[in-house]
């Protein structure tokens, strides 16, 4: 005689405990919702016989019916239908229900689709998790068969706890899967090559050599001032190129300890120094498969130039404190608002690392030379700013513009952006006039080198203007007397009237 079961879940048969086991294991193995709910409901008909069988999950507060066996899904969820009243009741009182002799249950009294489809046993449970029901499986038969039996709850209890950390599993990797396709479209688009804004010919001929290097591997140094868009460049290379897929990752190398940067960039091995406390992957191996930037290439310490070398030659390293060598596959772009070539002549740089890094070199022109492209550079940031703040555009006067277009912009697209961002924010009705912009006059001269007194008076004028004209603020925060500005402002106030 069989023992007297104690457990919560008595004497299940052998092939209710392979159903457990089949759904368990589907847990971490089917991560697609749709594959996972039809091996759900495959395995429950069969474990219990029945004939016919659906699946609901609760979606936006409504029930809809996700796979159905030998039923139609409108069947089903028949407003005045049998199987609808029963999945509704066990959703909203979180209990199941089975039933072995439906057409003598009382509960079922008076159905008419019961006697009419002579359904005899009906089991349905729900799916519940951290105190929330998902939704639950429906179950029933014509003939009391062997397969729903006095255990048949004990085993769907059992079978639909581990179906719902399943389901949940599933739609939470769905979710993530969905949210990574729109990142990763949000930074395709963010770097695409329509960011990078231009029409001069100057900026033409960058396009074109840009497009000329997209497919290959080859190392790719970008010059110009600060500001210009070697950055800017540099990701769009990357991300309309082979390796977009993978990793693009910047390690900005100015100012940086020679300790620090290294362990940075090759990861370190626990115990090499004080506060290595575990082995660290340095962001070269992070970048695997992807695009290796490095930004402020020219700062770089000569030990680690060194390193740099080898990892450009044959794609090797180590980590900091380590003897083993490691290899990765990294397409190497760099960056410098200095001359690399000058470093070199002056010795602070190697030679053979520099020919490595620039076997092309994408020289950014500055905004001064590309003056033509400020409205199309003011129009994209107008753009872009109503985009994310969900605002309309706005409008910048011609006045406002003939400034924009004028200035000689030391801080190039950046300060641009900038300041189109501040004058947005400043606009009132009329958009952007003059008044919004808070930068100084074009220099009177064309030539983009100044005079030492220009400058000085550039800066005057815009502190003032910063200051909302008040002349104490802004003479201490040009560390000058106060009588020193007056004195100055007199002297060119003079020459204006002359
Ligand atoms: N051609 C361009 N079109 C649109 N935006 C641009 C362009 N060039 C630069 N920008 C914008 O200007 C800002 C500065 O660009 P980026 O960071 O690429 O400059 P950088 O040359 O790397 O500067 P730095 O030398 O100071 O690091 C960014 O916000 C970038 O989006
Ligand atoms: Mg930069």
């Known amino acids: 005689m069989p023992d007297k079961p104690t457990s919560q879940y008595p004497s299940l048969t052998q092939e209710h405990l392979k159903a457990l086991y089949d759904i368990s294991q589907s847990i971490n193995s089917i991560t697609d919702i749709d594959s996972l709910l039809e091996h759900v409901m495959e395995v429950a008909v069969q474990a219990v016989e029945a004939e016919r069988g659906f699946l609901v999950l609760s979606e936006d507060e409504s029930l809809r019916v996700r796979t159905a066996r030998n039923i139609s899904a409108e069947t089903a969820m028949d407003k005045d239908g049998f199987s609808r009243s029963i999945v509704s009741g066990v959703i909203e009182s979180r209990k199941p229900v089975?039933?072995?002799?439906?057409?003598?249950?009382q509960r079922f009294e008076g159905s008419e689709s019961l006697i009419l489809k002579q359904i005899q046993a009906v089991a349905c449970v729900p799916f519940h998790?951290?105190?929330?029901?998902?939704?639950?499986?429906?179950?029933?038969g014509r003939t009391r068969r062997g397969g729903f039996t006095p255990e048949t709850l004990s085993f769907l209890s059992a079978f639909a706890d581990l179906a719902a950390i399943a389901i949940e599993n599933a739609r939470l990797m769905e979710r993530l899967r969905e949210e990574n396709k729109f990142l990763r479209s949000e930074v395709e688009r963010r770097y695409g090559f329509s960011e990078l804004v231009g029409n001069s010919s100057k900026m033409q001929q960058i396009f074109s050599l840009l497009s000329k290097i997209i497919q290959s591997d080859i190392s790719t140094l970008f010059e110009g001032e600060s500001g210009t868009g070697k950055e800017l460049a540099a990701r769009a290379l990357h991300y309309n190129g082979p390796r977009r897929k993978k990793p693009f990752i910047v390690q900005f190398c100015g100012n940086l300890s020679e300790h620090l940067l290294e362990?940075?960039?090759?990861?370190?091995?626990?115990?090499?120094?004080?506060?290595?406390?575990?082995?660290?992957?340095?962001l070269l191996e992070v970048a695997n498969g992807g695009t290796f930037f490095l930004d402020e290439i020219a700062d770089i310490p000569p030990a680690i130039q060194a390193k740099l070398l080898r990892v450009l030659q044959e794609g090797e390293f180590r980590r900091v404190g380590d003897t083993e060598t490691r290899r990765v596959d990294v397409r190497v772009m760099s960056a410098t608002n200095k001359s690399l070539a000058a470093q070199v002549e002056k010795g602070n740089f190697r030679e053979d690392l520099y020919y490595r890094l620039n076997v092309i070199t994408v020289t950014l022109p500055p905004l001064r030379?590309?003056?033509?492209?400020?409205?199309?550079?003011?129009n994209?940031?107008?753009?872009?700013?109503s985009e994310k703040t969900n605002a309309p555009m706005k409008r910048v006067t011609p006045e406002?513009?003939?400034?924009?277009?004028?200035?000689?912009?030391?801080?190039?697209?950046r300060e641009l952006e900038n300041a189109i961002e501040r004058a947005i924010v400043l606009a009132g009705e009329h958009g952007i006039t003059p008044a919004e912009l808070i930068i100084s006059p074009a220099p009177h001269t064309s030539s983009s080198r100044r005079t030492l007194k220009e400058h000085e008076k550039e800066l005057v004028m815009r502190c003032l203007k910063e200051n909302g004209n008040n002349k104490t603020r802004t003479a201490q925060e040009l560390g000058v007397s106060l009588r020193w500005l007056h004195y100055k402002l007199a002297e060119w106030k003079r020459v204006d009237d002359e």
């Open 369 to 378: 030379e590309r003056n033509g492209d400020i409205p199309l550079l003011v």
């Open 400 to 413: 406002a513009m003939r400034i924009l277009e004028g200035y000689h912009w030391p801080g190039n697209v």
């Open 129 to 140: 998790l951290r105190g929330r029901v998902l939704g639950a499986i429906y179950l029933d």
């Open 380 to 385: 994209h940031f107008l753009k872009k700013n």
């Open 98 to 105: 089975l039933t072995m002799d439906a057409q003598a249950d």
């Open 263 to 282: 362990s940075e960039l090759f990861g370190h091995k626990k115990g090499s120094f004080t506060g290595a406390i575990s082995d660290k992957r340095g």
